[in-house]
Structures are given as structure tokens and as C-alpha cells.
């Protein structure tokens, strides 16, 4: 089983986010290597100002990934943004917990070299993230009520 390293850092101010100890449980989850990850809850100023200075997007977006390093072990960073993760969960008539559980599967997924750009590699994907949060207890993350 992978090791993982986890620091939680919490800079957002919102209601109802998960505790420190779900979020590497669900990183767990989603380990195929050794893996040294900063997760930071961030508010929504923030999240638009890392996603226009990196992905020049001047919005703030449910969830960025950051690689560092590919050897010994990854490492990186995953961004989550508190407010767009809660607008989200809400229109998609979904659990605020299941959705952070999803965002940070897919963080980890992309700290592991998965991406979503190509429609092969976005099923590729959404079926490792599916089976991966399904088996954590939560519906599909693709399954929108």
C-alpha cells in the first residue's frame, strides 16, 4: 500500500469542510505510489487568483493540482476552492462531503499524470475516479439528480 504525506491547510473561512482527516483518507484512496501532497482550502479570491496567474483563467475553479515532483515519490500541491466546491454541490444535488471526496480523487489522479483534455483520457479518467469514490462510500461523482 502507498505511503502518503499529508499537510491540510485550511484558508478559507466556509461552513461544513470536511476535517483533515477525511481529506487523506480520500487521498489514500486514490494512491498508486508513495505521494507527498499539500491540500489547501482556499476561499474564492484566492482560487481566481492562482487559476488566472497558472491557467490564465481569471475565475475561480472548484479544483487545482499542482505537480512538483515525479521521483523518489510525487509530490505537489491540490487547491480547492470552498465556495465554488459548495455552489457546485448544491446545483448538482449532491452531498458537500461526496463532492470534496471526488475533487480530491481527481486531484490525486492528476498529481499521478491523469488529465481530462483528451475524451480517451477524460473516460479513463472518470472511470478510475468513479470506481475509486464509489468504493469510498459516495454515488458516482458523474451521476448528476
Not at 476561499?43 to 481566481?48: C, I, K, R, T, V
Not at 515519490?73 to 465556495?83: E, K, N, Q, S, V
Not at 483534455?117 to 479518467?125: C, D, G, P, S, T
Amino acid at each position: 500500500m502507498p505511503k502518503l504525506a499529508a499537510t491540510i491547510q485550511y484558508a478559507s473561512d466556509a461552513d461544513n469542510i470536511p476535517s483533515a482527516s477525511l481529506f487523506r483518507k480520500w487521498a489514500k484512496a486514490a494512491l498508486r505510489v508513495d505521494t507527498e501532497v499539500t491540500i489547501r482550502i482556499v476561499d474564492a479570491a484566492e482560487g481566481q487568483s492562482l487559476n488566472n496567474t497558472y491557467r490564465g483563467k481569471d475565475y475561480a475553479t472548484n479544483v487545482l493540482t499542482f505537480p512538483l515532483t515525479e521521483e523518489p515519490y510525487l509530490m505537489g500541491d491540490i487547491i480547492i476552492c470552498a465556495p465554488v466546491v459548495a455552489a457546485e454541490a448544491e446545483a448538482q444535488h449532491k452531498s458537500l462531503e461526496a463532492h470534496y471526496a471526488h475533487l480530491t480523487v481527481h486531484g490525486i489522479l492528476h498529481l499521478h499524470g491523469y488529465d481530462h483534455e483528451i475524451e480517451a483520457q477524460a473516460e479513463l479518467m472518470e472511470g478510475l475516479e468513479t470506481a475509486i469514490v464509489t468504493k469510498l462510500g459516495y454515488a458516482s461523482p458523474y451521476l448528476i439528480t
